[in-house]
Each structure stands twice: as C-alpha cells, then as structure tokens.
C-alpha cells in the first residue's frame, strides 16, 4: 500500500479553489459528475475508446459565463483501454489539475487492485485499503468482515452434495468481466445439471465453478441501502441514509415476466437465466425496519475502522435480502459509491432529501463532503 505521506504530500500542492472530480467514466460516473457540478466543481472523466460518447458528447457540459446550463462532464480523456491511467504521466497530469478520484466499481474491475494499492498517487475520496474486500474469495474480503462484525449473511455450504433447500452458486461470468454467473438449485442434482449446461454454453467454466461459494437462497426482496459515512461531521450522526435501490437484471426479470407455463416450455440455451445487471430503481421500507438497517451500517463501520483503519470514508453500499420474518441478510457490500445511485442522482431519495432538506443523492453528498473540507482546511481526513 502506498505510503499515506506520499498522497499527502502530493495534496498539499493542491490548490483548494482549482480542484476537480475525477472519475473512470463507467457504473455511477454521471452520479458523482452530477453532484460534483451541483456543488460548483469542475468535471474531468476518464473514458475508453468505443464507450465514450455518452459522456464526451451526450452529457458532456455547456457553460455560459462559468455556470453549467447543460450537461456534467466539463473535462475528459479518452484512452484506448482504461487502465492506461495508471501511467506516470497521466498520474502526474492529474495532479496537476489538482483532480481528487473517486473510485467505483468499474475502478477497481478495469484496474489491477495491486496498482491502484501500491502506484496509483493521485488522492481518492473513500477508502483504498477496503476496496480489496469487495474481491469475493479474498483473505479479508467482505464475508471475513461481516463474521467478525457479527453481520448476518447467508449462510455457506461448502460441499454442493449438501445442498438440499433452494441455494445460489455465486462466481464470476466466465466471459463478461464485470459480471456474475450465478446459478440456482435446490438439489445436488440440479446443480450439477445446470452447471453443465452453463459451461456448455459458456457462461461458467469448471475452474470458476470449483471456487465458487454455495449460499442458502434467502426467498424475499432485495434492497440496497446506500449509506454514507462522514469522518468530518462531529455534531450530527456521522452515518446517513441516502438512499435504497433494487436491481433489474437482464434474462432472470425477464423470465419473471413470463406466465409459468410458457417459462416451462423454454429450450435449454434460455431456461436458465443469468444474472447480468443492467438497470436500478429507487426504494423505501417500512420505517420501522430502519434501525435494524442503521444497526447493520453501525456494525459496518466500525468493524472497518478497527480492521482498515482508518476505516470506511464517504458513500457504501450494503446490499440486503429481507426474509419472512424481517430480518436482513447481507450478501455483498460496496466499500465505495453503489451501482445504483444513478437512480437518484439530481432529483436526490426521498432519505437523503428530509435529512439534507434538499436534492442530495450519493453523488451530491460526496461533493457535499469535499466542499466541507475544503472549507474548513481537512482535505487529508477524507482522502487516502
């Protein structure tokens, strides 16, 4: 892990009043531009050839006497593969705009952990020691921190021949990079049986299927909850509740569309359905589940700060199943900003908006937060 004096020093040769947001132009990048020009910022993403014209073109800004009438990405560089930030010299360019990064999810996938660790200089917003625990299968990767957060997850099976209630089989797509090639089954049987037909038809390969984890299938609905933490704040609670999405993915919500019998009458290559996410929307629950949301972020937290120290900073996600009897079930956490923020970005969630008594989404909170420390001269307690 790179030395923390270094992102320091290289902070202060920042100019407080000429910073930007930067940000890998994929997953929640319009979010974080959107709130980063609501509060005044400059823009800048990193893009790749072949996927950026919607932010190069579509949403790229219009300015008319410094404020922004159209759009959010007032500044971008288009590489030929996205990794191709990490060099020096595109380092040293960042530093120069005096650009604070902030990683999401496609971060991390596009870019090798061990360079984003150990070479990448530029300061980010959030925690780059924890996003090494989003890696399923890790030393300390989320579950080993969840277990000793004493956080309920679903509960593992470590041998498919145990399986004999409804399970899901969680590995990594064998040919989508950022996606999952999940599968169901209620029996050894069916789990071997669908996973050959998904390495027949090239969704999972054997050696992705040997290191995969087996989990009991929590039956109930899926909720998001996009949390917030402020290392800044001393007088309020520093954790907030942005926001609570749900995901829409491809084939499975399709499937689900489908009368059962025309879902019986499917031929092989579209019975079993994948897991690809392709979409969010936005959530409420019942208030009186969220203290027991509250408690699991609390858990969270500081369960971070006593194992990644100094612990999580700014926006993560838990990501949640709710079963009959209410009671959460974690199974998988975002140490960084979600996947589905971009469903309240601008018009904000009804959370985040009675707190802050406006439009804040994730996006907006983030900028939120650099805005206070620049203002009161504590860039480093947010960076690292």
Same mark, same amino acid.
């Given at each position: 892990?790179? $030395?923390?004096?270094?992102? =320091? !020093?290289?902070?202060?040769?920042?100019? #407080?009043?000429? &910073?930007?947001?930067?940000?890998?132009?994929?997953?929640?990048?319009?979010?974080?531009?959107?709130?980063?020009?609501?509060?005044?910022?400059?823009?800048?993403?990193?893009?790749?050839?072949?996927?950026?014209?919607?932010?190069?073109?579509?949403?790229?800004?219009?300015?008319?006497?410094?404020?922004?009438?159209?759009?959010?990405?007032?500044?971008?560089?288009?590489?030929?593969?996205?990794?191709?930030?990490?060099?020096?010299?595109?380092?040293?360019?960042?530093?120069?705009?005096?650009?604070?990064?902030?990683?999401?999810?496609?971060?991390?996938?596009?870019?090798?952990?061990?360079?984003?660790?150990?070479?990448?200089?530029?300061?980010?917003?959030?925690?780059?020691?924890?996003?090494?625990?989003?890696?399923?299968?890790?030393?300390? $990767?989320?579950?080993?921190? =969840? !277990?000793?957060?004493?956080?309920?997850? #679903?509960?593992? &099976?470590?041998n498919p021949e145990d399986i004999d209630e409804l399970c899901i089989v969680k590995m990594h797509h064998a040919k989508k990079k950022l996606e999952r090639g999940f599968f169901t089954a209620s029996s050894y049987k069916e789990y071997k049986e669908k996973a050959e037909k998904l390495i027949r038809r090239g969704v999972i390969t054997k050696d992705l299927l040997e290191n995969a984890r087996i989990e009991k299938y929590i039956i109930g609905p899926v909720f998001n909850f996009d949390f917030f933490y402020s290392p800044l704040e001393e007088e309020m609670a520093k954790i907030e509740l942005l926001g609570v999405d749900w995901r829409f993915e491809t084939s499975l919500?399709?499937?689900?569309?489908?009368?059962?019998?025309?879902?019986?009458?499917?031929?092989?290559?579209?019975?079993?359905?994948?897991?690809?996410?392709?979409?969010?929307?936005?959530?409420?629950?019942?208030?009186?589940?969220?203290?027991?949301?509250?408690?699991?972020?609390?858990?969270?937290?500081?369960?971070?700060?006593?194992?990644?120290?100094?612990?999580?900073?700014?926006?993560?996600?838990?990501?949640?199943?709710?079963?009959?009897?209410?009671?959460?079930?974690?199974?998988?956490?975002?140490?960084?900003?979600?996947?589905?923020?971009?469903?309240?970005?601008?018009?904000?969630?009804?959370?985040?908006?009675?707190?802050?008594?406006?439009?804040?989404?994730?996006?907006?909170?983030?900028?939120?937060?650099?805005?206070?420390?620049?203002?009161?001269?504590?860039?480093?307690?947010?960076?690292?």
């Amino acid at each position: 892990m790179i $030395d923390r004096k270094i992102i =320091l !020093e290289n902070l202060d040769e920042y100019d #407080p009043d000429k &910073i930007k947001i930067g940000v890998l132009a994929s997953h929640s990048a319009l979010d974080v531009a959107d709130g980063a020009i609501e509060e005044g910022f400059k823009t800048i993403l990193y893009c790749q050839k072949g996927r950026e014209k919607t932010y190069t073109l579509y949403f790229k800004s219009k300015r008319v006497n410094g404020r922004v009438v159209r759009g959010v990405v007032d500044e971008f560089v288009i590489y030929d593969k996205f990794d191709e930030m990490i060099k020096k010299e595109e380092q040293e360019k960042m530093l120069r705009e005096n650009v604070l990064f902030v990683p999401n999810r496609s971060f991390t996938s596009y870019i090798s952990l061990d360079r984003i660790e150990d070479e990448f200089y530029v300061p980010i917003v959030g925690s780059r020691n924890l996003l090494r625990s989003e890696e399923r299968g890790g030393e300390k $990767d989320y579950y080993w921190l =969840l !277990e000793r957060a004493n956080l309920p997850y #679903p509960e593992r &099976i470590e041998n498919p021949e145990d399986i004999d209630e409804l399970c899901i089989v969680k590995m990594h797509h064998a040919k989508k990079k950022l996606e999952r090639g999940f599968f169901t089954a209620s029996s050894y049987k069916e789990y071997k049986e669908k996973a050959e037909k998904l390495i027949r038809r090239g969704v999972i390969t054997k050696d992705l299927l040997e290191n995969a984890r087996i989990e009991k299938y929590i039956i109930g609905p899926v909720f998001n909850f996009d949390f917030f933490y402020s290392p800044l704040e001393e007088e309020m609670a520093k954790i907030e509740l942005l926001g609570v999405d749900w995901r829409f993915e491809t084939s499975l919500d399709g499937q689900v569309r489908l009368p059962a019998q025309q879902q019986l009458t499917l031929p092989e290559k579209q019975s079993i359905p994948e897991y690809t996410v392709c979409g969010h929307s936005f959530a409420t629950i019942r208030e009186s589940l969220l203290e027991k949301a509250f408690e699991l972020a609390e858990k969270y937290v500081k369960a971070t700060q006593r194992y990644f120290e100094p612990g999580i900073i700014g926006p993560f996600c838990l990501q949640t199943c709710i079963d009959k009897d209410n009671n959460f079930f974690i199974y998988d956490v975002a140490p960084r900003i979600g996947g589905g923020t971009n469903a309240h970005m601008y018009v904000g969630h009804p959370y985040g908006n009675i707190l802050w008594r406006g439009n804040v989404s994730t996006g907006r909170r983030l900028a939120m937060e650099i805005r206070r420390a620049i203002d009161e001269d504590k860039l480093e307690k947010i960076v690292t």
